[in-house]
């Protein structure tokens, strides 16, 4: 795996722009993550009610992770508006040579496929552009629409941890997803025609 340029990339699609986090959208990620249907599919390392403080810390954090090659945020906007409607973190590993993806999108902004189309070019940058050899993800099991967007891109379900993960008083099943290099050549034509 490659390190991490000095500053981070700015990547496109044909609907949408993933690009660094700033203090400009602070305000956006408090608004989405104000929404309890939406925290509720996140991890409690997402606090629920989110406040202005939170999303601060947060950006600032994934800028300092960022310098030291641990972790890459993308902001999701749309081409046309710079207003962020998601995010896409990656978590690196080159000790292992593997990438393991965390995302979530705006209610608002649900159904319409922007997430598939921007996994896909992730997917694709940590592939070609990090030389990454394998990029993993999971879900709770609740979560049907982000086990969806995993397939879509070539990712491929490799498992099932039963009870995993507790969320208040709820125990969740974790569905694990990943591709390696040379599977992800072979399957991913859904990311690589959408380009």
């Not at 993806?101 to 496929?113: H, R, Y």
Request: hydrophobic share 35%.
């Amino acid at each position: 795996m490659k390190k991490l340029p000095k500053y981070q990339v700015t990547l496109s699609t044909q609907r949408l722009k993933l690009r660094p986090l700033s203090g400009s959208d602070v305000e956006s990620i408090v608004t989405i993550h104000r929404d309890k249907e939406m925290s509720e599919m996140l991890s409690d390392s997402v606090p629920f009610p989110y406040t202005k403080d939170d999303a601060i810390l947060f950006i600032n954090k994934s800028h300092k992770n960022y310098k030291e090659n641990e972790n890459i945020e993308f902001g999701i906007t749309l081409k046309d508006d710079d207003t962020l409607i998601g995010i896409i973190g990656l978590d690196l590993n080159p000790k292992d040579d593997h990438v393991t993806l965390a995302f979530w999108i705006g209610k608002a902004w649900w159904g319409e496929g922007y997430m598939s189309e921007a996994v896909a070019e992730v997917v694709r940058y940590c592939f070609e552009e990090l030389d990454t050899h394998r990029v993993a993800s999971h879900h709770f099991h609740p979560n049907i629409a982000s086990g969806k967007v995993m397939q879509k891109v070539g990712l491929l379900c490799e498992g099932r941890r039963k009870e995993h993960y507790k969320k208040g008083d709820a125990f969740f099943d974790i569905i694990d997803y990943g591709v390696v290099e040379r599977e992800w050549k072979k399957e991913s034509k859904w990311q690589k025609k959408e380009r």
